[in-house]
């Protein structure tokens, strides 16, 4: 029997002449060895690859070798699992992931003591869309992280706005109203309750659109600053401008519009009607102006100025089919910030966060996760490390609270005036002037009594 090869450079010879991709991360998840036909498949020098920490996330916003090695991420968990498998994946031709079956092995003396993890991959590619066998139906947390990769790359190639996470009607409503304003430079007017992520849609359409003439995106605070602020604001704006072709185009970001005083809004629609150089606006507000505009309640030329094209932000509450791909990407944006990595949540949690009302919006769930990432001790989130708020929420849909029957007192008291004067005239067998007596009153008392309680006729 031929002697095993012991020597570093022995093993690393064989692993070049493997044909399957190889690579080695140590217990931090940093890659410390791949093989020349990882290399060939992931398109990436060694020098660039090597060095790299596998964070379990999807977020496009991470590029070069940092997102590839993204994409070589083993699932959470597989550091002290043993041996698993899973699925791993690089950028294709065209932006397309192509993704391949590995095997995730723990180097060390034991799974609690694994000091790396060795992964092997499939020589082929898995076919597109969905498990290529039965064996290889995702959890529901793996398949919210391959659905949330699928989703950023097809939102960011059409809308630049991939974190507009969700599926909803209401949000592919958003997302093509959203690429309409990247594609313009006219006002707009973003719609929806505080939390619901009107600032990053600002954002998402300033820094999208018509970039060689961008310019900066100041954002002002309606419901704090006056009209003078503003105004002076404007001033200095046009102060800095630099006539010619290439003048850059600002974006003047008006926060909760809808706040401004009257007599602000009159003095900011002549400064707005009057500006001589180019500026954007963009605007929030809680409702449509030109609906506040036909009650009364807001300046109708200033509403018709700001609300060129309008965007509607839905409140969590009412697309919360986008909850559990929102909660992922979140729990994938905290795997980027810090060394603890979590494959998402486990559908007990997921269940109790869909019976929660989220007040807050997005705002909400952004502290919610990131308070439940930071307490989970396992590889995912489970129901025990969400907030308290969360489960009580859980408690009381429940066992919901019977409905409190509201007492009008004037109809009880009647109720029983008439019932009292029923038993009166049954015991007096019809005869008036008796029950009169019964009741303690005197009979044309009575007859008015009858008349009031609606009994004439039963008298």
Known sequence: ???????????????????????????????????????DWVGQPAEELLGCRCAYHSSPEVTGADAVAAGLCPPPGALSAGETTGTVACPGPGGRLRRRRARFLSLGAGADDAVGLWVIVDAADLPEGGPSTPRDVPSESVWLHEHLRRFRQQAAARYQADRLVG??????????????AIASNASVLIVGPPGSGRQHAARVIH???????????????????GAELIQSTVSALAERHAPGPQARRRTLLLGDVDGLPSEAQAELAGLFAARS????????????????????????????????????LPPLSRRREDLPLLAQALVEEANIR?????????????????????????????????????????????????PRPIHLAAEAAAHPRRAEETIVLDEYLAAIQRELVRRALARAKG?????????????????????????????
């Open 167 to 180: 599926d909803s009607l209401a949000m592919r409503r958003a997302r093509a109203q959203i690429g309409v």
């Open 277 to 312: 150089f180019p500026l954007r606006l963009i605007a929030t507000a809680t409702r449509p102006l030109l609906e506040l505009a036909r009650e009364g309640g807001f300046r109708e030329d200033l509403a018709s100025m700001l609300s060129t094209i309008v965007i509607e």
């Open 431 to 459: 005869n008036k002037a008796k029950a009169a007596r019964l009741l303690g009153m005197t009979r044309p008392r009575l007859y008015r009594r009858l008349v009031q309680l609606g009994l004439e006729q039963e008298g």
């Open 338 to 386: 810090g060394e603890k990595q979590l494959r998402g949540f486990s559908p007990e949690a997921l269940d109790l966060m869909d019976a929660y009302p989220w007040p807050g919006n997005i705002d909400e769930l952004v502290r919610v996760v990131a308070e439940a990432h930071q307490d989970a001790e396992g590889p995912e989130i489970v129901a025990a490390d969400l």
């Open 207 to 225: 820094y999208a659109g018509h970039a060689p003439s961008r310019g900066s995106l100041v954002p002002l605070a309606c419901s704090l600053l």
């Open 1 to 39: 029997m031929p002697r095993l090869p012991t020597s570093a450079k022995e093993l690393a010879r064989l692993l070049e002449a493997t044909p399957q991709p190889v690579y080695v991360l140590d217990d931090l998840q940093t890659i410390v060895f791949c093989n020349q036909a990882c290399l």
